[in-house]
């Protein structure tokens, strides 16, 4: 499955998930954990950015892959780890909520990403 999805910082600088269908709280789509950082690389001074997502291979794309699939009490969703971004090592974690379930109607081993111009 692919997927584009537009993340955006808010007035206070806080990254989130446009996902027009999610029935949850809006703070469900907040980007933490890692997640934030990655996105503040991708999109450098920008306040937006969209990537192409996919739980199958992408040419040219990043991979973060799954590590750890969290318990609910825990906060559900998974732990990725993003071993390389753009070439560079990186071994960087990030936790991906439940609200990743609900995109790829599963966990995935693997998220393939890469930015759209």
């Known amino acids: ?15 989130y998930a446009d996902i027009p269908e999610w029935g949850g709280a809006i703070e469900d789509l907040q980007m933490v954990e890692g ?11 920008e306040n937006e950015c969209k990537l192409l997502m996919a739980d199958q291979f992408i040419q040219n794309a990043e991979i973060l892959a799954l590590v750890y699939a969290r318990e609910e009490n825990l906060g559900g969703g998974g732990d ?3 071993e390389q971004f753009r070439g560079e090592f990186k071994n960087h974690k990030i936790w ?13 081993e693997r998220i393939y990403f890469k930015e759209l111009q």
């Open 1 to 15: 499955m692919e997927r584009t999805i537009r993340f955006y910082k808010n007035a206070r600088h806080e990254w």
């Open 35 to 45: 997640a934030d950082e990655l996105l503040n690389w991708i999109a450098a001074s």
């Open 80 to 82: 990725y780890l993003l």
């Open 96 to 108: 991906l909520c439940g609200v990743t379930e609900f995109v790829f109607k599963h966990l995935p």
